[in-house]
């Protein structure tokens, strides 16, 4: 059989495609984080980097694409995955199982997975689409603008992260789902190492301990936000 | 001591299964798991009842044949110990012990707690040897071997293929066991011609079955009689890509085995 067609219908193959997709995304969440997290300097900083990233829309869009494809391939390879699983196991024990060591949230990579998929359409609505209706704010995000100074006419990130984070349900919502993505990173950061045949023995342990840590540093990065605006040390 | 056991009966593999609940007579702590089913059968057969048909062959931990879920886990209480290395002392006295057979898809109950493993057997044929002239036998030593391969190729050749690990996957995964075979024989020189064609046809072997796949939980390798850990299932996993890339570039070692 051709490559392709082993890497997409193979087992191993999917979990492959899972691993590689999962590594992209998960390099995106940080970098998405440091662009964020500037946030917290003078709101030009901000202004300017959202500027930057719209430099010029079609290298945006291509990267957006790219993103949808990524996201697309994952959750793709999770159904299908999942649902070999499930059937795998028609019939279930009588005194239950353990989980054998396994923690939690490797058992519930496709629940929280579909709840962070979720979260990811909400915010794309939220933040990049602007759809008024469901940022709760009573604002419509598109019409904010720097007005005077040197970006002057510019896209006002900053004033809308400050509005959009202060209705409490939304930023509850963003919470919880960064709390899932904490727990969802905190196993699929050291398990797409051996879906892509990377990391064994010494390095097994290392590589679980470093996923563990980086995620919590996710989780507390990005909840920083909404709750230093909730408290209005950002405003 | 006396223990309560609910167990899993199941007159043939299309009828209904339930749990039906024995008790036992006085036992000698230190008899194994399995004698003790051999004097509960003999007072049911006594009571012209039909005994409980279990798997068993060694009893010594060495040909992975018995294949029970003791409250819940493959094998029982024990790490690294297979069901019929099991005692009663394990337990305690009075208590209900639920017995039940492994559960999957691919594993289809024959009978009360005997499950059909062929598909481990099938999975097997299509690459879990290697193919030699069997001539006289070769000179021990006289293919050199390191040290650290050859311990490695000697904890993945522990598997005894007892199928605990897709017994204790959530997923009903058996990427453990498939991952033992292909890295015993792809760490040894003796497997290296069919290294790559191996793990293709095992794996497409392992995924006709219909067994579901890992997701890391860990839990196979917590239950496995020999130990075997999820590193094989990375060392796989590496094999399987390089097979894919040398498949793209045209290579014969993925698609030919040894050669004449
Ligand atoms: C921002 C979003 C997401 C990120 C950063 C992410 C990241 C990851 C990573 C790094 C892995 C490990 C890959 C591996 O084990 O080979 C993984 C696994 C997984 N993800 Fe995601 N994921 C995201 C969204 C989703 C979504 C939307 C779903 C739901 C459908 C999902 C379901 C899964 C499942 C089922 C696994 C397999 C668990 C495993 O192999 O251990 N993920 N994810
Ligand atoms: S009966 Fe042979 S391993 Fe248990």
Redesign the interface.
Known sequence: MKPLQLLFQSSIGKKMIMGATGAAMFLFVIGHLVGNLQVFLPKEHINAYAHLLHASEGLLWIIRLSLVGIVGLHVWSAVTLNAQNNSARPSTYGAGTGPFGASWASQYMFMTGLVIAAFVVYHLLHYTVQLSAINFAGKDFSTLTVVGGPQNGWKDVHQMLVIGFGSPIVSLFYLVAIGLLCIHLSHGASAMFQSLGIAEGAWRTRLEALAKCVSIGIFLGYASIPIAIFLRIVS | MRVNL?V?RQPGPHARGE?KTYATPDLNPDMSFLEMLDVVNDELTLKGEEPIAFAHDCREGICGTCSL?I???PHGPHRAVASCQTYVRSFKDGETI?I?PF????FPVIRDLVTDRTAFDRIMSVGGYVSVRTGAAPDANSIPISKIDSDRAMDAAQCIGCGACVA?C????A?LFVSAKVGHLGLLPQGQPERYRRV?AM??A??DE??????????CA??CPKEIN??F?????????VA??Q??VGRKGAKEGAGG
Not at chain 2, 170 to 173: D, M, T, V, Y
């Open positions: 609910k899993w749990f879920v409250n819940g886990k639920t039940e559960r999957a898809k691919p204790a959530k997923n009903a995964s990427m293709l794996v497409n392992m995924d219909g067994f579901g796949n890992c997701t890391v939980t860990g839990s917590a239950v999820l590193d299932i990375t060392r796989m996993n590496r094999d399987y890509l894919l890339v498949e793209g």
